[in-house]
């Protein structure tokens, strides 16, 4: 079983549309998840940042974290064609700042 | 506001050539790491730095790869006599504390020919 399992995707959503994205994990050590957004040929960059389980929201952007259940959600509210781009989650446990990647979900916000 | 910057941005290389892809972490950030990301795959820790020293490092960071802080504000790492498969892009990050917040710079793509 894969560390942390994401779906390719792509998915692609009419704008104004709620997104949802999500990752499940398998090892119970994680305690920091994070979203990342990654436009073609750049750098990740950091969108959410959550510690343990709960939700935290930014915005359009609300991270959530069910540890019982080893998933986390990204939702994106009111998709925006800008909102086009490679999602990928990470996460890692508390003794080590290595992030572990999922593979990413491609987003297509169609106008 | 401030971001990670990494040189060059493309580099293309014969095989058993060495390499060193460079970049400059945020000013007040403390802890480094590399990243890669081959075509189409995930992106994948090779190793972190703190205090002049390794913290940690992956099992594709082997005896071909360093890191280095050779001055105040540069982190490089140095791939000694390069392969095929380390065709990737290549990613900085730092982080201002032992936390998770990590920022990535754009990424050099490494070509090897």
């Known amino acids: 079983q894969k560390e942390v399992e994401q779906d390719p995707g792509p998915l692609s959503v009419p704008e104004g549309a709620i997104v949802s994205l999500n990752c499940t994990y398998s090892?119970?050590?994680?305690?920091?998840f994070m979203w990342y957004r990654q436009y073609s040929r750049k750098g990740p960059e950091l969108l959410m940042y959550?510690?343990?389980?709960g939700n935290k929201e930014d915005g359009r952007f609300t991270a959530q974290v069910d540890k019982s259940s080893k998933y986390i959600s990204l939702f994106i509210r009111d998709s925006q064609p800008s909102d086009s781009a490679t999602y990928l989650c990470?996460?890692?446990?508390?003794?080590?700042?290595?992030?572990?990647f999922g593979t990413g979900t491609r987003l297509q916000v169609f106008p | 506001e401030p971001e990670v910057t990494q040189t060059p941005s493309h580099q293309v290389t014969q095989m058993g050539q060495e390499v060193i892809l460079r970049c400059v972490p945020i000013?007040?950030?403390?802890?480094f790491y590399w990243y890669r990301q081959i075509l189409g795959q995930k992106v994948e820790f090779l190793v972190s730095?703190?205090?002049?020293?390794?913290?940690?490092k992956s099992e594709i960071f082997d005896d071909q790869f360093s890191v280095e802080r050779p001055d105040g504000s540069n982190f490089t790492l140095k791939i000694r006599s390069t392969k095929l498969e380390d065709s990737a892009m290549y990613f900085c990050?730092?982080?201002?504390?032992?936390?998770?917040?990590?920022?990535f710079g754009p990424g050099t793509r490494l070509l090897v020919l």
């Open positions: 959550t510690y343990s389980s």
């Open positions: 090892n119970s050590a994680f305690q920091y």
């Open positions: 990050t730092s982080s201002p504390s032992a936390g998770k917040t990590q920022y």
């Open positions: 000013s007040n950030h403390l802890y």
């Open positions: 730095f703190y205090n002049n020293e390794i913290s940690e």
């Open positions: 990470a996460m890692s446990p508390g003794h080590t700042d290595k992030l572990i």
